[in-house]
């Protein structure tokens, strides 16, 4: 299915060359793209729906819990745990910006996107995708500050210094986002507007292009460094050095005990990080398109359902504050039975 918009008509009376003229006619501007998602049985559809579909409501329903519990619990008043519900809110961005979509995708066997709504699509999910990044950097950190230096970690970790450092995700994660919009708006894409994905992703987008593509590569690689390659780093030099003191520690229960306060984190860093440089780093010769799709679902779609069930089970003062809520609930309405 192509839907394009033919330009640069010569005008009446106009004398070009043969090649020229051919050119010009074959050229097309496309204004909407067609995404084909999965090609498959309708069954398989319509369970793929259904699954997505129960995921989406539980990563909704999990990361707004999150979020009410440490805004309403004074226990959970914490550095830390302000910025797992930071981590929250950028999930619900991330799989909001793709499911709904997905699912429609999902029940038409493919759908079209308008360009514009394509190129919106792309902005969230890269500024989702860096202000995870640098989420998880600073919450690296944090858990760094905490366990290396324990006795110096409330002058350090100051509200103050939360909010700053929370403020330097959100800003650069969706600056950085607009050079990518801007670029990639000004490309021009002919002949073929088909994208074989579950989503408007920067890589599809590149392969359809008809003009040069040599910036939106280089902007790709200049953001990779700030963004990708230095928080990576800083994150490993954090959980080293956390290694590092907790092997200091004379016994195993109190090693087990240190360690359980940043195990979360490094499951969920694994899990974001492991996905994503199998996505773009590793050669695409070597994963077929249906593997490509799998791997992107992990980490826009799972990975986000994923976060707060790891954070809820592995954590006593998450499951604390969801205990002292529901009672809080029962007394409640137990007054309100009582007048």
Same mark, same amino acid.
């Given at each position: 299915m192509s839907v394009t918009r033919s330009y640069g008509e010569s005008p009446p009376g106009s004398v070009h060359c043969d090649d020229t003229e051919t050119q010009e006619k074959n050229l097309t501007e496309v204004t909407e793209f067609f995404l084909l998602g999965f090609q498959s049985s309708q069954d398989l559809r319509i369970f793929l729906f259904r699954l997505l579909l129960v995921v989406y409501c539980g990563t909704i329903c999990g990361n707004l819990l999150i979020i009410t519990l440490v805004s309403t619990s004074k226990i959970l008043h914490t550095p830390m745990y302000f910025f797992i519900s930071q981590l929250s809110i950028?999930?619900?961005?991330?799989?909001?910006?793709?499911v709904p979509n997905l699912l429609h995708i999902l029940l038409n066997n493919g759908a079209t996107i308008t360009f514009m709504g394509c190129i919106d699509q792309l902005y969230f999910f890269c500024a989702a995708e860096t202000l995870e990044c640098l989420l998880l950097?600073?919450?690296?950190?944090?858990r760094?500050?905490?366990i290396c230096n324990p006795l110096r970690y409330s002058t350090i970790m100051t509200s103050t210094l939360c909010v700053i450092l929370t403020i330097m995700c959100w800003l650069p994660g969706f600056s950085v986002s607009l050079i990518h919009l801007i670029?990639?708006?000004?490309?021009? !894409?002919?002949?073929?507007?088909?994208?074989?994905?579950? !989503?408007?992703? $920067?890589v599809p987008l590149l392969e359809l292009a008809c003009s040069d593509t040599f910036i939106i590569?280089?902007?790709?690689?200049?953001?990779? !460094?700030?963004?990708?390659?230095?928080?990576?780093?800083?994150i490993v030099a954090s959980?080293?050095?956390i290694v590092r003191a907790v092997l200091r520690i004379?016994?195993?229960?109190?090693?087990?005990? $240190? !360690?359980?306060?940043c195990s979360s984190h490094l499951i969920v860093v694994s899990i974001f990080y492991g996905s994503i440089f199998t996505v773009y780093v590793v050669p695409t010769k070597r994963k077929t398109l249906t593997m490509s799709k799998i791997l992107s679902l992990l980490y826009t779609v799972f990975t986000p359902l994923v976060n707060p069930i790891i954070y809820t089970l592995r954590n006593k003062d998450i499951r604390k504050a969801i205990h002292g809520t529901l009672h809080k609930c029962r007394i409640q309405k137990i007054i309100k039975t009582i007048n």
């Amino acid at each position: 299915m192509s839907v394009t918009r033919s330009y640069g008509e010569s005008p009446p009376g106009s004398v070009h060359c043969d090649d020229t003229e051919t050119q010009e006619k074959n050229l097309t501007e496309v204004t909407e793209f067609f995404l084909l998602g999965f090609q498959s049985s309708q069954d398989l559809r319509i369970f793929l729906f259904r699954l997505l579909l129960v995921v989406y409501c539980g990563t909704i329903c999990g990361n707004l819990l999150i979020i009410t519990l440490v805004s309403t619990s004074k226990i959970l008043h914490t550095p830390m745990y302000f910025f797992i519900s930071q981590l929250s809110i950028t999930d619900i961005l991330l799989t909001t910006d793709i499911v709904p979509n997905l699912l429609h995708i999902l029940l038409n066997n493919g759908a079209t996107i308008t360009f514009m709504g394509c190129i919106d699509q792309l902005y969230f999910f890269c500024a989702a995708e860096t202000l995870e990044c640098l989420l998880l950097t600073v919450m690296s950190y944090d858990r760094y500050v905490a366990i290396c230096n324990p006795l110096r970690y409330s002058t350090i970790m100051t509200s103050t210094l939360c909010v700053i450092l929370t403020i330097m995700c959100w800003l650069p994660g969706f600056s950085v986002s607009l050079i990518h919009l801007i670029t990639t708006s000004q490309l021009d !894409f002919c002949a073929s507007n088909i994208i074989d994905h579950l !989503f408007c992703d $920067v890589v599809p987008l590149l392969e359809l292009a008809c003009s040069d593509t040599f910036i939106i590569h280089l902007v790709i690689y200049v953001v990779l !460094f700030p963004f990708v390659i230095i928080p990576s780093t800083i994150i490993v030099a954090s959980y080293t050095s956390i290694v590092r003191a907790v092997l200091r520690i004379p016994s195993s229960t109190g090693r087990q005990k $240190v !360690f359980s306060t940043c195990s979360s984190h490094l499951i969920v860093v694994s899990i974001f990080y492991g996905s994503i440089f199998t996505v773009y780093v590793v050669p695409t010769k070597r994963k077929t398109l249906t593997m490509s799709k799998i791997l992107s679902l992990l980490y826009t779609v799972f990975t986000p359902l994923v976060n707060p069930i790891i954070y809820t089970l592995r954590n006593k003062d998450i499951r604390k504050a969801i205990h002292g809520t529901l009672h809080k609930c029962r007394i409640q309405k137990i007054i309100k039975t009582i007048n």
